[in-house]
Structures are given as C-alpha cells and as structure tokens.
C-alpha cells in the first residue's frame, strides 16, 4: 500500500507491504539504516526515532500508520560534519562503544530532555509538580528503555548531564 | 618489507616511551565516532545491495530426534517466496571461536530445541517471516537430557584442566580454618544489541559476505569449509559490529544459509537472527556448578585449594566453560585439586561469551575468599594479599607483572575501604541495608599472531599514513588504538592516520576475542612501523637511536626534513608487521590484575538490591587509550552487576526450551541499574606480554565483579547468595527484621 511519509523534512512515497513497521520501511525501503533494530519487540530502544517530536519504538507502529506525521531519524538530527551538541557530547564523552545503540540513545535523549523541560515527571521523580530536576537518577530511569549491551550509561549519563547544562550530580 | 618478532624474551626496549608524539595512552575520541552518533556507520546488515532477497531462519520445535521432511510446497506458494532452503550443510551448531573449519553440519539430526533447520527466501522481509512461521515440519522426537547436575555421574573428566597436587582432604582436616561450599552460576548469552545478519552475494563462483563477525581470518576458512568451497574464493567484510561479547567469533547459521540460497537463487540474500534466535542458535555460557575448597592456618595463609566444577554442552562440542583458569596461579596452597567435568545436553550450543572462565570462575573463588576473611576475622584484602604467590603454584614459572596489590590498595584507599561496617546488616538508611564488599579480578593474558600493513604517503595536506588489517572493532577501540600506535611511531597527529579494519583481503590478525586484539594486531602495526623507520634511518643516513618523527617531520642530529619531502610526491614507505607468540607465554604467568569495591542498598522489605557504586582498579600492562579502555571497564564492571543480580538464562527442564528468549525476560543491566562507576587504570608496563608492554583488558572488567556485589549484599544482609543472581526470592527469608 501507499504510504506519504515526512522524514527530517523530506516527504517520501512508501510503497510497502501493510504488515511493514516503520522501522523496516526506514532501514529496507528507504535507505535510512541509521535506525537500529535490536529486537523488534519494543524491548530495546535502538529504533528510537522521533514523531511529531515524542519519542517512540519505531519497530512497534506499522509504517502505514504514520501517513503525513512528521518524522525525525538520527540522520535528521545531525550529520559527521554537522553532528547535534548531544552527538558531540556522545563522541566526547565516549557514550557508546559498538555505536549499535546509540543512534536510539540520542534520538530519545533528544526527546527526553524536552520531556525534562515541559515538566514531565518520572517514576523517580520526588514530586508530580515541581520541576524536574535532572539528577543522575533521573537520567537513568528516563533512559532506561534503551539498553546498551557494552554498557557506556555512565558515560551516556555524561554527556547528557553535559548538554543539559546540568553540572555535576548533587 | 616485513618485520617479524616473536615474543621469545621480555622487550625491555619499551620503545613507545622514547616517542614524541604523544598519542599513545592518551584519551583520545574515537575516529569513528562521528560515523556512529550519527547512524553513518555500516554494519552488516546497513549495505546497499540491489535485488536482495530477504531469508528468515526457522528453528526445529523439538529437542532432540530426526527431523523426516519440511514440507515447503504450501510455503512456496506464498506471495513473494522465491525459496525454502535445508540439508546438510546447514549448520547444526555455530562454529567455536579459532575453530578454523566447520562446525557440526546437517538439520537432519536435532539436538536442541531452537536448532535452524530451514530458510525461507521472499522477496520482501515480511513475506519472508509469513513463510517462515508457516513451515510445515515432520519429525521424531527422542527423549533429550536437560538437567545438568543430574547427568553428573555421566560427566566427563576434561584432563588438561586437572590438577591433584599434594592431600587437600587432609590439608582441610588440619587446617585451622576452612571453607567447603558450591557455587552455582546460570547460563548467560551475550545479548549483543546487533542481531547476527549475514548478505550473500556470488560473483560466478567468489562469495562476497557482509557480515557481523569477530575473527575474519578463521571465519573466512569456517564459512569457505560449511559450503564446501576454497577459502580463497570467500571474501568477508565486517568494518562496523555491533557489539560481539564471543557470539560472533565463530560462523554462525544465518552466514550459511544466506550463502547457500544466494548461490542457488542468483540473487543476494539478507538474513538476519530475530532476537528470540540469538537466544536460541547462537553461544551460550555453560551454567556451572563450583565446588571451593578453602584450607587455612591461624595467620591466614592458604594450605590448600580446591576448584571443581561442572558444566555441559552439546555432544560432538569439545568446549568446556574454563572456570578454573585463574584459580591456577591466583593464589597459593601447597595442597591443590582442580578440574571440570563436562556433561552432555541438549541444550543450545555452549561457548565463548566474554570473559569466558573468569567471568563466572573468578566470582565462586572470590565469594569463597571472603567467606573465609570472615571466618578469620581479618580483612578480606589483607587475606588476599597474604596469598599472592611468589611464582606459579603448580608450574615452575615467575609472574610477568602484576599489580594484583596496587590494584587492592588503591582502591581500598579510593573508596574507603577501612570507614565500613564490618559486621552484617548493622547499617540502615531506612528502610535499605547497605553493605560493603570487594572481590580480586584477573584474567589470563594471551598474545596471537597477527599481521598488519601500514602505508606511508603524501597528499596536498602533507604526509599520512594507512593501517591495514582483517581485525575488528566491536566496540573495543580498535580504530582509534591502532592509529595511535602508527600515528605515534611515525610521527603523525590522529588525523594524518586512518585505519582501516574488517575487510578479509587485508593482512591478516587474531581478531576480536580474548583481549588479545589490541596488544597482537598492535604489536602488527608497531613492528610495521619500526621497520618503516628503519627506512626512514637508512634515506637520512642516521642511527634509529638518534631519529625522532613528529607532526610529519624527521628530526635527525640538527637537521629537520619533511616526511613528505622524504617520501616524495606519489611515492610511497609501507612494511607489514608480524608478531608471534613464543616462549615468554611458557615462560611466565601472564594476567591483568585488578580489584573491585561495591556498595549495595538492599530494600529490607522487598529484597531488592541497587548497586549504589563501584569501583574498578586494574592493571593491564600499557594503556594504549585511556577513554577506550575505561569504557571496557565500565562495561565489564555492568555485566558484573547484571551478573550478579538479573542476568539468568532459564531452561525448561522438561523439553529443554529456553523460556526467557528475549530483552524484556533476559534481564540485562539497564541505564538506570549501573551507577556512575568510579575505574582507574594503573601505570604498568608489563615487557613479557608483547613488545607494546601492553595486555588484555576488554574482559578484565567482568572477572570477579559479580563477587564484590554478593559480597556488599552479604555485609548488607547477612545472608550468603551462592546461587547466582540474588534474585529477591534468595534474599527475602534471610533478611534481618
Ligand atoms: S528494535 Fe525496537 S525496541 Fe528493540
Ligand atoms: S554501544 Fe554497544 S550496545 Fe550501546
């Protein structure tokens, strides 16, 4: 079936199977392999990518389902010679290792860092109201759906912490 | 031009020392860093291949028999399917790591449940699954053997492991203290985040395979022996994995049955594991059962030591989980016995995960050690430190260095060590008990041969060097460590020096596996460039001694002259390095040494345990980029802390299946279960391991971890887990009111 996708501003015709995820119509249609697949089940985080600017498992929604939204991948987010600050800081800072999953660990830390600043609380958080502030607890339970088998979270905390102008951890 | 060393005496020359660029050690990005924070990277499955057909693997339902017949004529009927592929070059099990030829073949014969038995080809990936999950299948089902501890009266002495030294059982009569417990460890997987992916694609008779491996050199050979054909028509490229942990040392299914219907169909063929088949087809970690012996007199010191465990595998499999490989040398005790027993199951392949041995060796022996601190009432570093050996126990050989004490001291001294609690559950804060431990890392240092090419030349930007070889990076450091190696040796800034790895074509190396990458290929790219400034002497006329290279420049005497100028415009200086292991292996006990020291919150209601923080101390000889290596530490140190909590492969006992083959059921440590760990590397030069002075760290940070956890927990709560992970259940009737 036919499908119009917008994805970091550029609309695409998908002409695909109705049972293909969005994460395949980007990595098996569409060229776009900076989008990991780590599971396939929602269980991992590595197809992270951004709709409509909230963050999402894109191995979990069909790509059907997304006519006309509006799409950020990790190309959208930044390229070798023009990489994002959270890129930078994760280049840094050394916030990956095999990189498997680490375009999923950016694309939602993106996402999650206006999630910080519009307020949302979190399972950790200390009150439902107040603003959130970005401890390391923080960091890690609002990250804690993307896995990273090398395990560079204390760094990915890092360069988190960096970006977000979050000094170091009380 | 080519250099070769074989390692047959310590290389005091340390020569990196008398360099002047300054690259080696430091913490330098990763070159191909930018590549991968922007998705630029590509792994095996990310090639552009027109026409690729997408193949699904399908599993056997059944443990163990005959499978008769696949009944794909209904399959074949699908939409889109071009295929279904079986027989008797199908792998049965993934080949061992180094293996260096096929694995066991043929789909005929099922030994476990989860075993490929078929392909299905389509034109699309989701036909492709539709097929797959639709397979019709005969077979005959035979009982299977599922249960480790009780085929143990069938197990099978592994020889080269045993050691029967002196009388343990009358050294634990007379010894003033002891300890006689078993230790039990489940199955891991490595559960890298890439999924194995393989594509096929024939040019007439040569096969060109992408895909995600560790070891190139061996994998072409397996791949090229599965099928039947020369390994001279194979070739492999694997520049980017994700991640490996010892799943991807050896052929696994999916590379050859993409080959096989690739040839057949003329077409390229994609096939990648779900993640519910890593599970399933792809290495496990044997589970074990360790029996400890711990003999003591009154000051402490070991009398004697035993180490005996139990693990399995496949029939026709000679791999056996090497738990006992540090126990060798680690301490003393005149008294000795240790060995592995190997029983037969069906269960899913046992082989390499990382840090095989240590990793689940180290934490029994590590737990028993502080058992028996306790029972002396002394110090558990103080304990360890009485028992360092002055040369091997049971072989006749010094230690090459070892900084077994400087790692225990330094972070005893970091973390506190001597303001803790000594006595179990009297700490709280609230409603958590916290509690203190620290558990002695080591693993086994090896040196493999390896070759790597490095090529001198000039462009518009002055002069630059190329490193080549077939080695790796899974996330070790690889790109980065190899270019501050030649860019050191040759004089040249990190951005003058590219690297280029995974391509079969190129010399060849060890690959990734056993931490032995970066001292072997290294130790390759070294000797390429000492023989290149062996070169450089002979144009300037000067002794090496008096030769220095930085920023693109000879410095020879008082005369300054551009390498570029040296080299010539369109010429260019290139050797490749050989290193080969030799005597100094035999000669010496060769290990990283290191320590741990955790802090745990227990919840005195529930059981849970969060690791509050941790500390790394370890020595591996030369650090060749600080940034890199203490990533491999931290992500040692979180499968010690996944260990020792969550990590637990489960099979059902009745038929064998794993019951727990995916992410959200095996629980691997998350962002928020790992701390903000606390490494620091020591200044070491060990000149026995290699002419880099440098050893192995990419598992060190594993090997022993998992104790210093259930030790704080034990200090916490006073309850000993010696059945891994502490899972609440183990916790909740220990637990003081
Ligand atoms: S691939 Fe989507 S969550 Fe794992
Ligand atoms: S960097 Fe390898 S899984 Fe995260």
């Given at each position: 079936?036919?499908?119009?996708?917008?994805?970091?501003?550029?609309?695409?015709?998908?002409?695909?199977?109705?049972?293909?995820?969005?994460?395949?119509?980007?990595?098996?249609?569409?060229?776009?392999?900076?989008?990991?697949?780590?599971?396939?089940?929602?269980?991992?985080?590595?197809?992270?990518?951004?709709?409509?600017?909230?963050?999402?498992?894109?191995?979990?929604?069909?790509?059907?389902?997304?006519?006309?939204?509006?799409?950020?991948?990790?190309?959208?987010?930044?390229?070798?010679?023009?990489?994002?600050?959270?890129?930078?800081?994760?280049?840094?800072?050394?916030?990956?290792?095999?990189?498997?999953?680490?375009?999923?660990?950016?694309?939602?830390?993106?996402?999650?860092?206006?999630?910080?600043?519009?307020?949302w609380p979190s399972h950790v958080s200390t009150s439902l109201e107040d603003d959130v502030s970005l401890s390391n607890e923080e960091i890690g339970e609002r990250m804690a759906g993307n896995l990273c088998r090398c395990a560079a979270y204390p760094n990915i905390v890092a360069a988190i912490r960096e970006v977000a102008g979050a000094g170091e951890d009380a | 031009m080519t250099r070769t060393m074989t390692m047959d005496r310590p290389d005091e020359r340390r020569r990196l020392d008398d360099m002047s660029q300054g690259l080696v050690g430091r913490p330098l990005d990763r070159p191909d860093g930018p590549l991968k924070v922007s998705g630029t990277a590509t792994y095996a499955h990310e090639w552009n291949v027109p026409n690729a057909a997408y193949g699904v693997l399908v599993r056997a339902p059944f443990s163990n028999g005959r499978l008769r017949r696949i009944d794909s004529a209904a399959t074949e009927a699908l939409d889109g399917v071009v295929g279904v592929f079986t027989g008797e070059k199908f792998l049965r099990n993934p080949a061992q790591g180094g293996a260096d030829e096929a694995p066991v073949q043929g789909t005929e014969t099922v030994q476990y449940l989860g075993q490929p038995v078929a392909l299905v080809v389509a034109d699309t990936f989701e036909q492709a699954r539709h097929g797959a999950q639709n397979l019709a299948m005969e077979w005959t089902a035979e009982n299977g053997v599922f249960d480790p501890e009780a085929q143990a009266a069938d197990a099978e002495e592994q020889e080269d492991e045993t050691v029967d030294q002196g009388?343990?059982?009358?050294?634990?009569?007379?010894?003033?203290?002891?300890?006689?417990?078993?230790?039990?460890?489940?199955?891991?997987?490595?559960?890298?985040?890439e999924p194995h992916c393989s594509i096929a694609e024939w040019?007439?008779?040569?096969?060109?395979?992408?895909?995600?491996?560790?070891?190139?050199?061996?994998?072409?050979?397996?791949?090229?022996?599965?099928?039947?054909?020369?390994?001279?028509?194979?070739?492999?490229?694997?520049?980017?994995?994700?991640?490996?942990?010892?799943?991807?040392?050896?052929?696994?299914p999916e590379a050859v049955a993409a080959a096989l219907a690739a040839k057949q169909l003329q077409r390229p063929v994609v096939v990648a594991l779900s993640r519910q088949q890593v599970f399933d087809m792809t290495m496990r970690r044997s589970e074990t059962r360790q029996h400890i012996r711990l003999a003591c007199d009154a000051d402490g010191i070991l009398t004697g030591l035993g180490h005996e465990g139990l693990v399995s595998n496949l029939p026709e499999e000679e791999f056996a989980e090497p738990i006992t490989q540090s126990t060798h040398f680690l301490y003393g005790g005149a008294n000795r016995k240790l060995g592995i027993d190997l029983v037969r199951l069906n269960r899913t392949c046992a082989g390499?995960?990382?840090?095989?041995?240590?990793?689940?060796?180290?934490?029994?022996?590590?737990?028993?050690?502080?058992?028996?601190?306790?029972?002396?009432?002394?110090?558990?570093?103080?304990?360890?430190?009485?028992?360092?050996?002055?040369?091997?126990?049971?072989?006749?050989?010094?230690?090459?260095?070892?900084?077994?004490?400087?790692?225990?001291?330094?972070?005893?001294?970091?973390?506190?060590?001597?303001e803790r609690n000594m006595k179990p559950g009297q700490l709280r804060e609230g409603d958590w008990l916290i509690g203190h431990g620290m558990a002695g890392a080591s693993r086994v240092n090896i040196l493999s041969k390896a070759e790597a090419r490095v090529t001198m030349g000039s462009d518009d930007d002055g002069?630059?060097?190329?490193?080549?070889?077939?080695?790796?990076?899974?996330?070790?450091g690889t790109y980065a460590i190899l270019s501050q190696i030649a860019g050191e040796m040759l004089g040249l800034p990190m951005e003058r020096v590219r690297t280029q790895l995974g391509d079969s074509e190129f010399p060849k190396g060890p690959g990734s596996g056993g931490s032995w990458g970066a001292s072997s290929s290294g130790s390759a790219v070294y000797l390429a460039c000492e023989e290149m400034r062996a070169e450089i002497c002979q144009r300037l006329s000067c002794e090496e001694a008096d030769l220095t290279l930085k920023d693109g420049d000879a410095i020879a005497g008082n005369r300054k002259t551009s390498l570029a100028e040296l080299i010539g415009g369109g010429g260019q200086i290139s050797a490749v390095g050989r290193i080969e292991p030799g005597k100094t292996m035999k000669e010496s006990a060769q290990s990283s040494y290191g320590a741990y020291f955790c802090e745990v919150a227990v919840d005195r209601v529930t059981g849970e345990t969060r690791v509050r923080r941790m500390t790394g101390v370890f020595g591996a000889g030369r650090i060749l980029n600080e940034k890199t290596a203490t990533s491999q530490c931290y992500g040692g140190m979180s499968w010690g802390i996944g260990m020792a909590l969550t990590e637990e492969l489960v099979h059902d006992l009745r038929d064998g299946h794993i019951v727990n083959r995916d992410l959200a059921e095996y629980h691997i440590p998350v962002n928020l279960d790992v701390p903000q760990l606390d490494v620091v590397l020591l200044d070491e030069r060990d000149d026995w391991a290699c002419p880099l002075q440098s050893k192995g760290i990419g598992e060190l940070g594993l090997c022993g971890a998992a104790a210093s956890v259930i030790n704080a927990i034990y200090n916490a709560t006073g309850v000993r887990v010696r059945d891994y992970p502490a899972t609440l259940d183990k916790l909740l009737d220990g637990l003081p009111d």
């Amino acid at each position: 079936m036919q499908t119009q996708l917008s994805i970091n501003g550029e609309s695409h015709e998908l002409e695909a199977d109705s049972r293909t995820t969005l994460l395949d119509a980007l990595r098996n249609h569409l060229g776009l392999t900076g989008s990991k697949k780590g599971c396939d089940h929602g269980q991992c985080g590595a197809c992270t990518v951004l709709i409509n600017g909230r963050r999402i498992n894109s191995c979990l929604t069909l790509a059907c389902m997304h006519d006309g939204d509006d799409i950020t991948t990790i190309e959208g987010i930044g390229s070798p010679g023009a990489l994002s600050p959270l890129q930078d800081a994760f280049v840094r800072h050394d916030g990956y290792q095999c990189g498997y999953c680490t375009p999923g660990q950016i694309c939602s830390a993106t996402a999650m860092l206006q999630e910080v600043q519009a307020g949302w609380p979190s399972h950790v958080s200390t009150s439902l109201e107040d603003d959130v502030s970005l401890s390391n607890e923080e960091i890690g339970e609002r990250m804690a759906g993307n896995l990273c088998r090398c395990a560079a979270y204390p760094n990915i905390v890092a360069a988190i912490r960096e970006v977000a102008g979050a000094g170091e951890d009380a | 031009m080519t250099r070769t060393m074989t390692m047959d005496r310590p290389d005091e020359r340390r020569r990196l020392d008398d360099m002047s660029q300054g690259l080696v050690g430091r913490p330098l990005d990763r070159p191909d860093g930018p590549l991968k924070v922007s998705g630029t990277a590509t792994y095996a499955h990310e090639w552009n291949v027109p026409n690729a057909a997408y193949g699904v693997l399908v599993r056997a339902p059944f443990s163990n028999g005959r499978l008769r017949r696949i009944d794909s004529a209904a399959t074949e009927a699908l939409d889109g399917v071009v295929g279904v592929f079986t027989g008797e070059k199908f792998l049965r099990n993934p080949a061992q790591g180094g293996a260096d030829e096929a694995p066991v073949q043929g789909t005929e014969t099922v030994q476990y449940l989860g075993q490929p038995v078929a392909l299905v080809v389509a034109d699309t990936f989701e036909q492709a699954r539709h097929g797959a999950q639709n397979l019709a299948m005969e077979w005959t089902a035979e009982n299977g053997v599922f249960d480790p501890e009780a085929q143990a009266a069938d197990a099978e002495e592994q020889e080269d492991e045993t050691v029967d030294q002196g009388d343990l059982d009358g050294a634990m009569r007379a010894a003033a203290f002891t300890v006689d417990e078993v230790y039990r460890t489940p199955c891991h997987n490595s559960a890298a985040m890439e999924p194995h992916c393989s594509i096929a694609e024939w040019d007439g008779e040569d096969l060109l395979l992408r895909g995600s491996y560790q070891m190139l050199n061996y994998n072409v050979n397996e791949l090229a022996d599965s099928l039947g054909i020369d390994a001279a028509r194979v070739r492999m490229l694997s520049p980017y994995v994700g991640g490996g942990f010892g799943s991807k040392l050896g052929i696994a299914p999916e590379a050859v049955a993409a080959a096989l219907a690739a040839k057949q169909l003329q077409r390229p063929v994609v096939v990648a594991l779900s993640r519910q088949q890593v599970f399933d087809m792809t290495m496990r970690r044997s589970e074990t059962r360790q029996h400890i012996r711990l003999a003591c007199d009154a000051d402490g010191i070991l009398t004697g030591l035993g180490h005996e465990g139990l693990v399995s595998n496949l029939p026709e499999e000679e791999f056996a989980e090497p738990i006992t490989q540090s126990t060798h040398f680690l301490y003393g005790g005149a008294n000795r016995k240790l060995g592995i027993d190997l029983v037969r199951l069906n269960r899913t392949c046992a082989g390499s995960v990382r840090a095989p041995g240590e990793a689940v060796g180290m934490p029994a022996l590590e737990n028993a050690m502080d058992e028996l601190a306790e029972k002396l009432g002394m110090d558990p570093v103080e304990l360890r430190k009485r028992n360092l050996p002055d040369k091997h126990p049971e072989e006749d050989i010094p230690f090459s260095s070892r900084k077994y004490t400087e790692a225990m001291d330094e972070g005893a001294r970091r973390f506190g060590w001597s303001e803790r609690n000594m006595k179990p559950g009297q700490l709280r804060e609230g409603d958590w008990l916290i509690g203190h431990g620290m558990a002695g890392a080591s693993r086994v240092n090896i040196l493999s041969k390896a070759e790597a090419r490095v090529t001198m030349g000039s462009d518009d930007d002055g002069v630059f060097a190329t490193v080549e070889t077939d080695m790796t990076d899974i996330g070790t450091g690889t790109y980065a460590i190899l270019s501050q190696i030649a860019g050191e040796m040759l004089g040249l800034p990190m951005e003058r020096v590219r690297t280029q790895l995974g391509d079969s074509e190129f010399p060849k190396g060890p690959g990734s596996g056993g931490s032995w990458g970066a001292s072997s290929s290294g130790s390759a790219v070294y000797l390429a460039c000492e023989e290149m400034r062996a070169e450089i002497c002979q144009r300037l006329s000067c002794e090496e001694a008096d030769l220095t290279l930085k920023d693109g420049d000879a410095i020879a005497g008082n005369r300054k002259t551009s390498l570029a100028e040296l080299i010539g415009g369109g010429g260019q200086i290139s050797a490749v390095g050989r290193i080969e292991p030799g005597k100094t292996m035999k000669e010496s006990a060769q290990s990283s040494y290191g320590a741990y020291f955790c802090e745990v919150a227990v919840d005195r209601v529930t059981g849970e345990t969060r690791v509050r923080r941790m500390t790394g101390v370890f020595g591996a000889g030369r650090i060749l980029n600080e940034k890199t290596a203490t990533s491999q530490c931290y992500g040692g140190m979180s499968w010690g802390i996944g260990m020792a909590l969550t990590e637990e492969l489960v099979h059902d006992l009745r038929d064998g299946h794993i019951v727990n083959r995916d992410l959200a059921e095996y629980h691997i440590p998350v962002n928020l279960d790992v701390p903000q760990l606390d490494v620091v590397l020591l200044d070491e030069r060990d000149d026995w391991a290699c002419p880099l002075q440098s050893k192995g760290i990419g598992e060190l940070g594993l090997c022993g971890a998992a104790a210093s956890v259930i030790n704080a927990i034990y200090n916490a709560t006073g309850v000993r887990v010696r059945d891994y992970p502490a899972t609440l259940d183990k916790l909740l009737d220990g637990l003081p009111d």
